[in-house]
């Protein structure tokens, strides 16, 4: 894991699968100046029926819940720590909930992201 500097949060990121952590509260802030982050925070759901594989918690090592983002299909899954250590976002995920949000297609964090972790999950949708 390497630790990078996003609008003044750290946050972690695997180099080998590509996935990032953020610690309780680091999502917050990084959507804080946002329009459209609350409804974002207030979607989170946690899942039941997911099949997905759990992870573990890199801090506490105990079993992560899945936590679905949002309502549009396909559903987003991350994994939250049960004890509220922090969020594990897969590849991609995190740039996929900045684009689900729909938050400003100009936005700071989306084009910081994309320079960080690639252009494929990022806007050419216009
Ligand atoms: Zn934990």
Redesign the pocket.
Known sequence: MITLELQEVEIDHCTDCGGIWLDAGELELLLGELENANQLLNSFKIDHTSTEKTRK?P????K?RKIIVGSSKPVILIDK??????LWFDKGELQDIFDRAELDKDNKIQKLLADMFGQEHSNNKQ
Not at 59 to 62: R, T, V
Request: aromatic share 0%.
């Open positions: 918690c801090i506490c090592l105990k992560m720590c049960r004890k509220g250590d922090g």
